[in-house]
């Protein structure tokens, strides 16, 4: 069992993904509902950072604004389809739009014809949740790349995560949007930390061990992450307990 991170310090950047995460993981994803404990422990970790703090998650920019009202936090949604900086310019990296209406089209009708399934569009990128009907996994997997070959879809890729399967566009994903951060201010010259729990997650984990940085797994399962908390609980008392420490660190200095 690989071992929990060390706290977090002032040179850190720090990379943070949502569901299962931050928060536990909804039935849907416009359930899930953050506590005031973590909407302050968030703007408290960007401040301690000087900036260097942002969210890094499969959900739009516009859900997160919904979930974090008011902190407009540097975020990169979708899987890096889309990516607000530390200046507030949101750069958009996706294929033409009427390919994915094709497949919204289509993957709405799968859905709808299947109880317990759930599309969600975000926007540059499409979801299908099978949470409620896990024994349709095998079905979903087979419909989604069915209806990307009887397309011709080009552009586009998918991505398992934990009970869904996600098209994005290709080329896009959590490593690329730490990299795009860690080629600006705040993030540049720092110390890259990235903690995520799913599959999604992974090529994150590659782009911060790349650069010299953490990785660090949520829970159970494979991953190449360095290091590993068991759960959201043990995430959030990581983080505040490195948010103590880094004052502490300052003084030293």
């Known amino acids: 069992m690989r071992r929990p ?21 909804a039935e849907r994803p416009e359930a899930a509902r953050p506590d005031r404990a973590v909407s302050e422990l968030l703007p408290a970790l960007g401040h301690s950072l000087d900036g ?16 974090f009202p008011g902190l407009a936090m540097p975020v990169a949604g ?6 607000r900086n530390a200046h507030g310019t949101v750069h958009i990296h996706a294929p033409a739009p009427h390919t994915l209406a094709r497949l ?46 009887s397309t011709g879809t080009t552009g586009y890729e998918l991505q398992p995560g934990k009970c869904l399967l996600e098209l994005r566009p290709e080329g896009r994903d959590k490593g690329a949007a730490i990299r795009d951060f860690m080629g600006e201010v705040p993030f540049r010259g720092r110390f890259p930390v990235f903690v995520g729990d799913d599959r999604g997650d992974e090529h994150g984990f590659a782009m911060v061990d790349a650069l010299g940085g953490w990785s660090v797994k949520v829970g159970r399962g494979r991953s190449r992450a360095r290091f590993r908390l068991d759960d ?16 502490a660190v300052e003084t030293t200095a």
């Open 52 to 67: 260097a703090f942002a969210l890094v998650t499969g959900r739009g920019i516009s859900d997160v604004d919904r979930l």
């Open 5 to 25: 991170p060390p706290a977090l310090s002032p040179h850190c950047a720090l990379f943070l993904d949502i569901d299962g995460t931050l928060l536990e993981l």
């Open 104 to 149: 919204r089209a289509l993957f709405t009708t799968f859905a709808s014809a299947h109880p317990g399934l759930l599309l969600e569009d975000k926007g540059h990128s499409l979801a299908i949740h099978y949470r409620q009907a896990p024994e349709l996994a095998g079905l979903v997997r087979r419909a989604v790349r069915d209806g990307v070959e």
């Open 78 to 83: 979708q899987h890096g389809a889309e990516r």
């Open 232 to 247: 959201v609980a043990a995430v959030r008392r990581w983080l505040a307990d490195s948010l103590a420490a880094i004052p």
